[in-house]
């Protein structure tokens, strides 16, 4: 299957600090990119879907502000999380897919576990 | 709105021993059905899928599951697990008309020698 890798694979921040979080397809154009978070022993949640080179699309209840997503290209999509705080602390995972229905497969990230003291 | 459900939080299992894990999911039409496995430091990776056709759906490494439309079930099958399939495993739900999957809260498998 196609590879995407996740940089960092882990990061420390102080409260109150941004974080920058890159996805990248590296073997295929992703025209869609998904980003998920996922707290210990619980489910994977969608925070947002970008398309590249138009906003992203933000879930209920998710900051947009907060998260900033931008997807430059067909291979990089970022996640900026801006004045981390402790309850940022997650594992964010990203995924990238070529279509634009789950009959196309979409392929993950290893994700980036975040703690923010 | 779509959901699942993986009634078994952790799933220990002897190497050798068969494997089942259990999925129920929750939508109005046809879903599309998903396994996925994660491996520590590794994304997560797909063991199959059903579209539609053959209910018996067969994947990588030696997994195959089954849906039943009558349980709104996708449960998981292994024959004899190897030590190499500890890892946590994920169902997923999507639909033709999104591109979103919604996932189920993952059973974590051991495996004992």
């Known amino acids: 299957g196609a590879v995407v890798s996740q940089h960092p694979s882990r990061v420390i921040c102080k409260s109150g600090t941004s974080v920058k979080i890159e996805c990248r397809s590296l073997d295929f154009q992703a025209t869609t990119m998904f980003w998920y978070r996922q707290f210990p022993k619980q489910s994977l949640m969608l925070m947002a879907t970008s398309n590249e080179g138009s906003k992203a699309t933000y879930e209920q209840g998710v900051e947009k502000d907060k998260f900033l997503i931008n997807h430059a290209s067909l291979t990089l999509s970022t996640l900026t999380v801006t004045s981390a705080h402790p309850e940022d602390s997650s594992f964010y995972i990203c995924s990238a897919t070529s279509g634009l229905s789950s009959y196309n497969e979409q392929f993950f990230g290893p994700g980036t576990r975040l703690t923010v003291l | 709105a779509q959901s699942v459900t993986q009634p078994d939080i952790h799933i220990t299992v002897s190497e050798g021993a068969s494997l089942e894990l259990r999925c129920n999911y929750s939508y109005g039409a046809t879903p599309y059905l998903f396994w996925y496995v994660q491996s520590p430091g590794q994304g997560l990776q797909l063991l199959l899928k059903y579209f539609s056709g053959d209910t018996l759906v067969q994947g990588i490494k030696g997994f195959e599951a089954e849906f039943k439309r009558s349980q709104s079930s996708f449960n998981l099958r292994k024959p004899s697990v190897h030590w190499s399939d500890a890892a946590e495993y994920f169902c997923?739900?999507?639909?033709?008309?999104?591109?979103?999957?919604?996932f189920g809260a993952g059973t974590t498998v051991t495996v004992r020698a």
């Open positions: 997923a739900v999507g639909s033709p008309n999104d591109y979103k999957l919604s």
